[in-house]
């Protein structure tokens, strides 16, 4: 079992910023392919990061490229996700997952675990 939990949501003007962090505990960190997903009222849950186990690649969805940074520190066991220039459509439920065989980055069904969320509002 892997466990995780996100912190750094909150309510933001439109253009701030916001730094995400994921702590998981459980098992190997750097055995886990990491990624930040997000889910808005009445939408399905969609991709917005990911980053493999040694952190070399990362992967992001169009919406964010450009004005979101994933990256992990495998000595503290955390996936953080810089988030800037924040728009009123970024507003959702942020949630972070870690896969140990990868078969998608961007299959929310990919993933074995999740954190439970953090939200994060961005007023215009």
């Known amino acids: 079992q892997v466990q995780l939990v996100e912190s750094g949501g909150g309510l933001v003007q439109a253009g701030g910023s916001l730094r995400l962090s994921c702590a998981a505990s459980?098992?190997?960190?750097?055995?886990?392919?990491m990624g930040w997903f997000r889910q808005a009222p009445g939408k399905e849950r969609e991709f917005v990061a990911g980053?493999?186990?040694?952190?070399?690649?990362?992967y992001y969805a169009d919406s964010v490229k450009g004005r979101f940074t994933i990256s992990r520190d495998n000595a503290k066991n955390t996936v953080y996700l810089q988030m800037n220039s924040l728009e009123p459509e970024d507003t959702a439920v942020y949630y972070c997952?870690?896969?140990?065989?990868?078969?998608?980055?961007?299959?929310?069904?990919?993933?074995?675990?999740w954190g439970q969320g953090t939200q994060v509002t961005v007023s215009s």
């Open positions: 459980g098992r190997t960190f750097s055995n886990y392919a």
């Open positions: 980053i493999i186990r040694s952190g070399g690649s990362t």
């Open positions: 997952a870690a896969v140990r065989t990868l078969s998608s980055m961007v299959a929310v069904r990919a993933y074995d675990y």
